[in-house]
């Protein structure tokens, strides 16, 4: 029996857990070991399922013996098994923090005990995106993860997260209806929506309605991956979610979003018919974003502007429609994922430890708590791109393909890459001096806590009660964890690249998905692969 | 494929109404239009089912032309369930924004809007003396911050003036920025150090 069949296990697994830790919403302890158990396990069951699909190659299960394109069909390769053992990590990460804080704060601030079941059902349905060989189970496992993170968005319905949710809300719900839209005029147009089927069938439509697909398509992912006309929603949401949910959604959803755009540029439009414009779009999120990051004084809302700033990157890698690339790309969205999720969580912790996010209040976090400067600085760099770390490698990577590409507008992004990479590493430098570097005494509106005596350091009056650890042991582990996940993308970056060339040069061949969703004896339509397939 | 008239100008209608309602600030009125643009796109989904026909796998003995397509249907339905629910989930918003604000109506992001006011001078990172704000201060120029003036010069204001007028006489700004420290007569700090 194939590995590759259990599959599906990624997203039941979390819904069962879910409903298990739903009953158990009184006993907090039991809950926390369902929650954390379920995701081992799954994070287990896609180490191995990355394993068979390096051995085996690309998968498709049919849920309920249901043929293609009539059933519904599950795809893993190479790109899906690595997102989904990336996004389960991180995943398990967050929860082990968010369990600490629960754990550190009480139950009493927020209804922790709803936390854990809607978080595991977000995993699901990012789970399922991932997994999803249809549009439209790509559209509910968007629903399910997007429904999840309304509840998570909104936890404790302070005014603050009800204004946040509410935009984040409406701009969902309008881009799952554009997507939804999409869908139905790709079932009117070809009468099926089996991407595999699709990516057959879409090839013998006309140009127009085969563009008009195409960026109905693009937008609806655009929104959801923040790419700079659409990505106003994000920076405006994302900072007043708790700690661990911030963190979480800035690792996940918009890599999902990216992961949808992705399949769309190379398993059903393939060419190069929309790349212009999305160079374009990839140079604005680049610029815009980091300019933006760089008008913030609250940390959370600069990390959330650099967020948007390098989705420009994968958007980037993504049109070049390379091998290399593509390649560069899903190298960045894996190491994007464990450093912006690592930098939150530090952010939750200098929150805790400073009492305020903003760098005009912080000041002298350095000297006060030396392993929150350490699990700060090494993401930070890592972000801006400096030697040896992921982020260069990655950036790298991805300007060489654009030198490769020569075109001007990959020349230009070149250059646009090189400058936000600079003003990422600005825009922390900034947080760093501030927040650890200058002394409490420098800073204007200095935060209480700052002053403090030391025998009162791991101790404070937060939220009015007296005795509250500033930085419980499991946040500051768990953070350290991704840190050290992070570091290790550095070392073990040869490997990894060749595993996201290799899942590129696939999606680019596009034979491999197709003949495993539809029979080894599909005749896949001729596509010219660009610079010679392989590197 | 035929087209249901009817259904298509309903459609049209509810993508209008629904567009325009969502434009508004109003949360209630979003909530409506998000919920008729959900309803045009089921009735565009059921639209691209084609025509209307038999129930499918009812009866054996119909044929393959009289069913009408089952899987426009079977998406519907989905599509239903998940904006019902997001409709609930809406409602519960609604209704805590009204208990917490007193008010239907999209608030405005204080940060925001405190991030557009900002002055384009900003002390630390602007002040032409880099002041030394390390925790571990280099001996080596001078550690006390003394060379460092902790207020803003007339210089360092948004508006730049060549020279100021102070009491009868025309200075430059760099001798009336020299000479405004403390115990200087000539010129009176305005509140942000600048010569008012």
């Known amino acids: 029996m194939n590995m590759a069949s259990f ?49 085996g190659g690309t998968a498709a299960v049919n849920i309920g013996g249901w043929l293609p394109p009539w059933g519904i069909t599950m795809v893993v390769d190479q790109f899906s098994s690595l997102m989904l053992v990336v996004s389960s990590a991180i995943s398990l990460a967050v929860l082990v923090y968010a369990t600490g804080q629960g754990m550190a704060d009480g139950d009493r601030d927020a209804p922790v005990s709803i936390f854990h079941p809607t978080y595991l059902i977000l995993v699901a349905g990012v789970s399922n995106a991932f997994l999803s060989g249809d549009l439209f189970n790509l559209y509910v496992g968007f629903e399910i993860l997007l429904t999840a993170s309304y ?70 992912f655009g929104i959801k991956a923040a790419v700079f006309p659409l990505s106003f929603w994000l920076p405006d949401s994302y900072p007043t979610a708790p700690a661990p949910v911030t963190a979480v959604f800035a690792g996940l959803l918009t890599k999902v979003g990216v992961y949808a755009m992705v399949r769309t540029e190379t398993l059903l439009f393939p060419g190069d018919s929309l790349d212009t414009p999305l160079m374009v779009a990839a140079l604005l999120t680049m610029v815009v974003g980091i300019l933006g990051a760089l008008a913030q004084s609250d940390i959370k809302r600069l990390l959330s502007f650099t967020l948007v700033s390098h989705i420009g990157y994968m958007v980037f890698g993504l049109a070049m429609s390379s091998v290399a690339g593509l390649g560069a790309a899903v190298f960045y969205v894996a190491h994007h994922i464990t450093i912006q999720t690592s930098l939150f969580l530090v952010t939750g912790l200098i929150e805790r430890r400073g009492g305020s996010s903003s760098v005009d209040r912080l000041a002298g976090l350095a000297k006060l708590s030396p392993i929150l400067a350490l699990l700060f600085f090494i993401p930070a760099m890592n972000l801006a791109g400096i030697p040896p ?27 646009g890459g090189v400058v936000t990479s600079l003003l990422t590493l600005l825009a922390v430098a900034r947080v760093w001096n501030r927040a650890f570097w200058r002394k409490p005494s420098d800073a204007e509106h200095p935060d209480p806590v700052l002053r403090a005596e030391p025998e009162d350091s791991d101790t404070g009056s937060r939220a009015g009660r007296k005795n509250v650890t500033l930085l419980p042991r499991t946040m500051v582990g768990s953070t350290l964890g ?54 | 494929m035929s087209v249901n008239l009817t259904l298509l100008t ?73 904006s019902f629910a997001v409709t609930a989930f809406m409602l519960g918003i609604i209704y805590r924004t009204w208990v917490l604000a007193r008010q239907d109506e999209i608030q405005d ?88």
Not at chain 1, 167 to 177: I, L
Not at chain 2, 114 to 136: K, N
Not at chain 2, 156 to 161: L, N, R, S, T, V
Request: contains cysteine; charged residues 15%.
């Open chain 2, 109 to 196: 992001d204080i940060e925001d809007l405190r991030v557009a006011e900002t002055p384009r001078f900003d002390a630390e990172d602007d002040t032409p003396i880099p002041a030394e704000t390390s925790e571990f201060p280099l001996t080596m120029l001078g550690g006390d911050g003394s060379t460092v003036s902790d207020h803003p010069t007339a210089a360092d204001g948004p508006d730049e003036a060549g020279s100021v007028t102070a009491g009868a006489k025309e200075i430059s700004a760099r001798d009336a920025a020299a000479e405004e420290q403390p115990g200087s007569q000539n010129v009176t700090p305005g509140p942000e150090g600048g010569v008012k």
């Open chain 1, 389 to 415: 770390f992921s982020g260069f490698l990655g950036k790298v990577g991805l300007i060489q393909a654009g030198i490769e590409l020569g075109t001007p507008l990959a020349y230009a992004l070149v250059i």
């Open chain 2, 10 to 82: 309903v459609m049209g209608a509810l993508y209008a109404c629904g567009i325009y309602l969502i434009l508004e600030r109003s949360l209630t009125r979003v909530l409506l239009g998000l919920m008729l643009l959900a309803n045009a796109t089921n009735l565009l989904i059921l639209a691209t089912g084609g025509y209307a026909g038999l129930a499918p796998l009812y009866n054996k003995a119909t044929g393959a032309h009289e069913y009408a397509d089952p899987l426009p249907q079977a998406l519907i339905l989905t599509s239903i369930v998940i």
């Open chain 1, 482 to 535: 991704l840190v050290v996940l992070g570091v290790s993308l550095t070392v073990f970056a040869g490997p990894l690249f060749t595993v996201s060339d290799q899942a590129a040069h696939e999606m680019l061949d596009r034979s491999a998905y197709i003949q495993a969703v539809l029979g080894e004896d599909t005749d896949v339509p001729p596509l010219a692969l660009k610079n010679g397939g392989g590197k």
């Open chain 1, 7 to 55: 599959a599906p296990l990624a997203v039941v697994l979390p819904i069962l857990g879910a409903a298990l830790a739903f009953l158990l919403i009184r006993h907090s302890r039991a809950q926390r070991a369902v929650s954390i158990g379920v995701l081992s396990l799954t994070l287990l069951l896609e180490c191995l399922l990355l394993a068979s699909v390096w051995d």
């Open chain 1, 151 to 220: 509840v998570l968005m909104t936890l404790g319905g302070t005014g603050p997260r009800i204004r946040a949710g509410v935009t984040y809300v409406v701009v969902s719900v309008v881009s799952s209806v554009l997507f939804l839209i999409s869908i139905a005029m790709v079932y009117g147009a070809t009468g099926t929506v089996n991407m595999a089927d699709l990516a057959v069938k879409l090839a013998d439509l006309d140009e127009g309605t085969r563009t008009l697909l195409h960026v109905m398509l693009l937008v609806a």
